[in-house]
């Protein structure tokens, strides 16, 4: 009994009363929300309805999209690097050729138009008009000297109608080919002396080819002396160029001038 004034009705009762103002002013503040969240239900509930076509419309371009990706990607492996490049045509540079190369040109020329008209029974009137003949008078005799490679040539140039003796023998004769007849002919056929000389050739050393080049050089050499003018031209053409390229010389323990036998390792 000595509890009972200790009753907690006194502190209960202004708890009492705040608790009912504390649970009135809830639901006027929650009022509010509720509100906007009914009225955002039917905008939620609308919304599925228009987004689907614009998902799947982004769905099918990002498949679209990824699809390319990857085929380009398997294109770009299967393509080789390089393959859309165009190619840039180098030209390659052109060597000047040597007097010599240049000789033998023009004498693997001659000889096929010379071949061409033997053929076509037809001569260049031109070429005949160029080549006016000239004569040597007296009983003079020009004597020269030609070299290549190893062969030797000692030319006489007289006065004659164009008879044309090597070694005693008809240059048709020593020279079988065509190629090496024209080449020995060069000098005589450029200063258009071919059929206003005789000549006479005493050649030795070297191949067939060596000789033609050695006779051809030595003619030039002789045409010189019977006209100082024409050295321009011959030497133009080059055929006053001793060309010195020769075989060079076996060497001691080597097979050939510069071929080393094989090494052995045992």
Do not use: C, W
Request: net charge negative; charged share 40%; aromatic share 2%.
């Amino acid at each position: 009994m000595a509890d009972e004034p200790q009753s907690p009705e006194t502190p209960d009762e202004p708890q009492e009363e705040t608790r009912p103002e504390t649970v009135a002013e809830a639901p006027v503040e929650e009022s509010p929300v509720e509100e906007p969240a009914a009225e955002a239900l039917p905008a939620a509930e609308q919304a599925p309805a228009t987004e689907p076509p614009a998902a799947e419309a982004a769905a099918s371009e990002e498949k679209k999209a990824s699809e390319g990706k990857k085929s380009s990607e398997e294109k770009k492996k299967d393509v080789i690097p390089g393959a859309d490049l165009e190619p840039i045509a180098v030209e390659p540079e052109e060597r000047p050729l040597s007097a010599e190369e240049r000789a033998r040109r023009e004498a693997e020329e001659e000889e096929r138009r010379a071949r061409e008209a033997a053929l076509t029974g037809e001569a260049d009137e031109e070429e005949q008009a160029a080549r006016a003949p000239a004569k040597i008078e007296g009983d003079a005799r020009y004597l020269a000297t030609g070299k290549r490679k190893r062969a030797i040539a000692r030319v006489t140039l007289l006065p004659g109608d164009g008879a044309f003796v090597v070694n005693g023998r008809p240059i048709e004769e020593f020279f079988p080919r065509p190629l090496h007849q024209t080449t020995a002919r060069q000098p005589l056929a450029t200063t258009g002396y071919e059929s206003t000389v005789d000549v006479r050739v005493r050649v030795h050393g070297g191949g067939i080819s060596g000789q033609a080049g050695a006779v051809r050089h030595g003619i030039a050499r002789a045409l010189i002396e019977v006209d100082p003018e024409l050295r321009g031209e011959l030497k133009r053409r080059g055929f006053l160029t001793r060309d010195a390229r020769a075989k060079e010389r076996r060497k001691a323990g080597l097979k050939k001038a510069r071929k080393r036998p094989q090494f052995s390792k045992r």
